[in-house]
């Protein structure tokens, strides 16, 4: 492609409101515009990266026995009222109504698409096992677009659902999708971790987040430092065996403790430490309330809430909310006088308190000498906290450390959550009737393209890998003006294209120096430099990733090529 017939708008400047790299090198680079907040054009280097992951996407989705599909992006409301996610899926999802007044969505994610599909046309185990994806725009109204293609409102994404007649089918397919994810990502050229995750608003157990290693990702991965272990902060088991004390138990005492609410402000109050307190939260699961508690050090962490409950949505009890069901406002709530009908669950830490303090259920109160297993009626021990670096590695090997991560893919045993609730069902082998067992498995194309651009990248620009680069080779005349250069390089560029190579020629009647920085800053990996020498057949050769710099004969450059681009 000749630079002066394509479009590559490149810039000097970096762009105020672009925060990580990424982002600024993409605009920088003339990759991608911002059409409006969290939306962006695809430029032409762009669409042929996206082309270059959509086609490794293929081959592996392919390999893993996966038939691609499109489904529509918009979507009826009954489709979600059946899944029940209509209402719970919140404001992220996209409604609009058309002339006649009919709800739809614009596709955040397809299962009720899929499972409708299926169950209107697979009535057998003999159909079965089914895997089908597609590639596709997605929209979802993010409160906060930030960071470029990597937080958007409308994103490109690879989505694929599987259909199994057994458990252990399901179990395979996953496995095989595992490995397929691994290969892409690979093949894209990412350093990422596969971390052990949790299902969010799509449902069902076993799931496993793809994570591009970048100090810019907005998930922490918790990982042991001497094994392979690895999960999202959110899921990382913690310990449930602390330190026991040697305290005789002392009498339960209420003491007034006059706006002292925070764990901070009662540990001072008392000139206590943290872990003497008890932190208490009230929650909302689903239409029921429940109070969680965590040792006053430790943070409660409300996906362990949701998943040890069984519940779809768990939120914060409001301010209003915790006053009506606890007779206090915030910062004075406790698990010892609290109504005998509420659920009480606590984080194995707290069960080593001794002699601690908690909230009163009364303004300007609190309880001290809280023995738990004596002063608290009815409660429920569980993993419930956030887990923290130096903590045991869950899988027994070294302590845990973090690191941040950018999600690329996700992969999601559903289970029948979706076709119980949608009424997607089957004949078994016995003739019986069953719900058919899913699979889901995402990957964020476009977050895909931005997140080798961010971890491929120097202080001169983009540096991208061979199997993603929209060209092989930057083709650049100095001087457009002198016969002998015009000449050498019209010669080269059909030549190397005859020989397989995607060739960016830059034709453009610009300043050496321009088309030198524009050409760093494309990122592509050889830059050929047609130059004083053109008359006697030498070009330099420079090798983007590492300045590497060859002068070469016209006739030894297939060579040389050959094996900087193998």
């Keep these: 492609m000749k630079q002066s017939m394509t479009f590559i708008p490149t810039l000097r400047e970096v762009p105020a409101d672009a925060e990580v790299k990424s982002h ?167 350093d990422f971790r596969a971390v052990i995750a949790d299902s969010g608003a799509m449902g069902g157990k076993d799931t496993h987040e793809f994570m591009v290693l970048s100090e810019v990702g907005e998930d922490t991965i918790a990982y042991s430092d001497t094994s392979k272990y690895a999960a999202n902060i959110e899921m990382a088991p913690a310990p449930s065996e602390y330190a026991a004390g040697n305290e005789a138990p002392k009498e339960l005492e209420k003491t007034e403790t006059p706006d002292q609410k925070t764990i901070e402000e009662i540990a001072a109050f008392f000139d206590a430490s943290k872990e003497k307190c008890i932190k208490s939260l009230l929650f909302k699961a689903d239409d029921d309330y429940v109070l969680a508690l965590v040792r006053g050090d430790f943070d409660i962490n409300d996906i362990k809430v949701k998943n040890y409950l069984e519940a779809r949505t768990v939120e914060l009890a409001t301010p209003e909310e915790t006053e009506s069901v606890m007779g206090c406002k915030v910062g004075f709530v406790g698990p010892v006088s609290a109504p005998a009908d509420l659920k009480i669950i606590s984080d194995y830490s707290v069960k080593y308190i001794e002699n601690g303090i908690a909230g009163a259920n009364e303004q300007d109160f609190h309880f001290v000498n809280v023995n738990p297993e004596r002063d608290i009626k009815g409660i429920e021990y569980t993993d419930l906290r956030f887990i923290q670096e130096g903590d045991a590695s869950p899988d027994g090997q070294g302590r845990i450390k973090f690191a941040r991560g950018i999600e690329v893919g996700h992969i999601f045993k559903l289970g029948t959550r979706y076709s119980v609730d949608m009424n997607a069902v089957f004949l078994d082998e016995n003739g019986r009737t069953q719900p058919l067992i899913m699979g889901c498995y995402g990957i964020g194309v476009s977050r895909t393209l931005a997140s080798i651009a961010e971890q491929h990248s120097d202080e001169k620009g983009l540096v991208w890998p061979l199997s993603v680069t929209p060209f092989h080779v930057h083709l650049i005349p100095v001087n457009v003006k002198t016969e002998e250069q015009v000449s050498l390089s019209d010669t080269l560029y059909k030549e190397l294209k005859q020989q397989g190579y995607e060739v960016l020629y830059d034709d453009r009647a610009e300043r050496a120096g321009v088309k030198f920085a524009d050409s760093d800053l494309i990122g592509l990996p050889v830059r050929i430099t047609v130059g004083k020498r053109a008359s006697e057949g030498y070009v330099e050769v420079k090798v983007r990733k590492n300045g590497e710099s060859h002068e070469v004969h016209k006739d030894e450059l297939s060579g040389l090529l050959g094996s900087l681009l193998k």
């Design 24 to 190: 600024q090198l993409l605009l920088r680079a003339g990759y991608i515009r911002q059409n409006t907040s969290g939306i962006y054009s695809y430029m032409p280097l762009a669409a042929k990266i996206l082309q270059k992951i959509q086609n490794i996407i293929r081959e592996e989705m392919e390999n893993a026995g996966a038939a691609e599909l499109l489904m529509p992006a918009l979507q009826q409301s009954e489709l979600w009222q059946e899944s029940g996610r209509w209402f719970s899926y919140g404001p992220e999802l996209m409604r609009l109504r058309d002339r006649h007044n009919r709800e739809f969505a614009l596709g955040a994610t397809h299962e009720e698409v899929i499972t409708s599909l299926l169950r209107d046309e697979v009535k057998s185990y003999k159909r079965l096992p089914l895997a089908l994806y597609q590639i596709q725009s997605k929209f979802r109204d993010e409160k906060r677009p930030r960071f470029g293609l990597l937080r958007g409102r409308e994103f490109i994404m690879k989505d694929a659902y599987s259909f199994h007649s057994s458990q252990e089918s399901l179990d395979e397919g996953y496995d095989k999708m595992f490995e397929a994810y691994s290969r892409i990502f690979e093949r894209c050229g990412l």
